[in-house]
């Protein structure tokens, strides 16, 4: 008997950006899925809807793969209707799963257990707001959330400048959004005046704000990302 798929399905990035985020492909799958893997309950069954789901929700089994259950994931349950056949769709809270969010370890399982695994096309804020920076996208570099102690997150910052500089590489990272202006003005402080600078804000949201400048220029720009998703790009000339 053949084995269902895995479908990594993005999900919005933003309030309001549902039709920049998904494909009429993408309403065609979730309408022959009935099974999910989903870090957030409650953003993917309001994403399921406003994506075209047309089976009624009450049919649709839900494994919880929130942060307080990944460890005791039973992917023997999980994986137990793919194995007869039928297919099985994994979300992330936003965003592509398995790309600076959970479901790695998801989507090794399903090609442990010879389940096909199926990418889908969707908003990932790393490679838009590389797009978008006018930076180097052959050589780039995504690290995550930088330290949180003031010290060492200035030493990270300045060996991100020393690699972008030394390698001609982008250097991309986030920040929790409640410390993104602390972020900003450590990276003002830190940094090099012709280093370059893209902050990425609220990327395809009604509030998108993406400007790339020299961190001279950054000086003299009054923002606030309080609170925002962002995510911040470096390149050193």
Same mark, same amino acid.
């Given at each position: 008997m053949a084995k269902g798929n895995l479908? /990594? !399905?993005?999900?919005? /990035?933003? $309030?309001?950006? %549902?039709?920049?985020s998904y494909t009429i492909l993408h309403q065609d799958i979730i309408n022959n899925i009935k099974e999910y893997v989903v870090e957030n309950e409650k953003t993917a069954r309001k994403f399921l809807k406003e994506a075209g789901l047309k089976?009624?929700?009450? %049919?649709? !089994?839900?494994?919880?793969?929130?942060? +307080?259950k990944r460890e005791k994931m039973n992917y023997a349950e999980v994986f137990r209707l793919a194995e007869t056949g039928s297919d099985i769709g994994l979300m992330s809270e936003a965003g592509?799963?398995?790309v600076a969010d959970p479901g790695a370890?998801?989507?090794? $399982?399903? +090609?442990?257990r010879g389940i096909r695994v199926i990418p889908l096309v969707g908003p990932s804020s790393i490679l838009l707001g590389l797009m978008a920076s006018g930076f180097n996208g052959q050589n780039f570099s995504f690290k995550g959330y930088l330290p949180i102690d003031k010290g060492d997150r200035t030493k990270a910052i300045k060996e991100l400048e020393f690699?972008? *500089?030394k390698e001609r590489s982008t250097q991309i990272f986030i920040e929790t959004p409640f410390r993104n202006n602390q972020m900003l003005s450590e990276l003002i402080k830190t940094c090099k005046p012709q280093t370059k600078l893209c902050v990425a804000c609220n990327v395809?949201? /009604?509030e998108e704000y993406i400007l790339?400048?020299?961190?001279? *220029?950054?000086?003299?720009?009054? !923002?606030?990302?309080?609170?925002k998703p962002c995510i911040f790009l470096l390149f050193a000339p």
């Open positions: 479908y /990594l !399905i993005p999900v919005p /990035l933003a $309030e309001h950006a %549902e039709k920049a089976t009624p929700q009450s %049919e649709l !089994i839900i494994h919880d793969y929130g942060k +307080h592509c799963p398995g370890d998801i989507v090794y $399982e399903a +090609h442990r690699l972008s *500089q395809t949201g /009604l790339t400048q020299t961190i001279a *220029q950054w000086k003299s720009t009054s !923002i606030d990302l309080h609170k």
